[in-house]
Antibody, heavy 120, light 110 residues
Framework: QVQLQESGPGLVKPSETLSLTCTVSGGSISSYYWSWIRQPPGKGLEWIGYIYYSGSTSYSPSLKSRVTMSVDTSKNQFSLKLTSVTAADTAVYYC??????????????WGQGTLVTVSS | QIVVTQEPSFSVSPGGTVTLTCGLSSGSVSTTYYPSWYQQTPGQAPRTLIYSTNSRSSGVPDRFSGSILGNKAALTITGAQADDESDYYCVLYVGSGIYVFGGGTKLTVL
């Protein structure tokens, strides 16, 4: 069974960089697309972007200028960096895996989520 | 900026049928947007219910179904149960590798 686990600091200071890693177990990171999604407390879900195992990426236009995703196939991990954070970036951050079948793509596996608070 | 719209809240009686919708602030939703639906209970990660308009994810009961109704994507729950009380989010593929979540619908079963 594929499992995803987010890790990283739970507290980040304003204007600094938020860095998270998602570790994949029970399956290979290769041949799949991987996403980051976030959810501010009490609010809805927001798609941040995705990365293919080869390194190609797509980011939300609203976050594109501040987001970088990367993948490390040797460690079966992928990462998120979000620069110049503000309180508005306080959220639970989820990592997830896309799967594909004849009907199309879908987010099949999700991490449990990690809360990142932006505060001085 | 593309905005995906959902009803903020909805209620259904146990055993009843409810249809939640997912639209666009401008334009119509079609199958080319590959609408998908996710269920989330408090404190839990989302769970995929429906993808590519009407494909059910593994393990999802067939009382959950997806469709296009008029100019919106729709999620229909037939025979609602108490544990269907959750937040429901739709996601649309808007092209160029970009996905957009709707604001979510809080479903109450009472």
């Amino acid at each position: 069974q594929v499992q995803l686990q987010e890790s990283g600091p739970g507290l980040v200071k304003p204007s600094e960089t938020l860095s998270l890693t998602c570790t994949v177990s029970g399956g290979s990171i290769s041949s799949y697309y991987w996403s980051w999604i976030r959810q501010p407390p009490g609010k809805g879900l927001e798609w941040i972007g995705y990365i293919y195992y080869s390194g190609s990426t797509s980011y939300s236009p609203s976050l594109k200028s501040r987001v970088t995703m990367s993948v490390d196939t040797s460690k079966n991990q992928f990462s998120l960096k979000l620069t110049s954070v503000t309180a508005a970036d306080t959220a639970v951050y989820y990592c997830a895996r896309w799967s594909y079948d004849n009907s199309g793509y879908y987010l099949e596996y999700w991490g449990q989520g990690t809360l990142v608070t932006v505060s001085s | 900026q593309i905005v995906v719209t959902q009803e903020p809240s909805f209620s259904v009686s146990p055993g009843g049928t409810v249809t939640l919708t997912c639209g666009l602030s401008s334009g119509s939703v079609s199958t080319t947007y590959y609408p998908s639906w996710y269920q989330q209970t408090p404190g839990q990660a989302p769970r995929t219910l429906i993808y590519s308009t009407n494909s059910r994810s593994s393990g999802v009961p067939d009382r959950f179904s997806g469709s296009i109704l008029g100019n919106k994507a729709a999620l229909t729950i037939t025979g609602a149960q108490a544990d269907d009380e959750s937040d429901y989010y739709c996601v649309l593929y808007v092209g160029s590798g970009i996905y957009v979540f709707g604001g979510g619908t809080k479903l109450t079963v009472l």
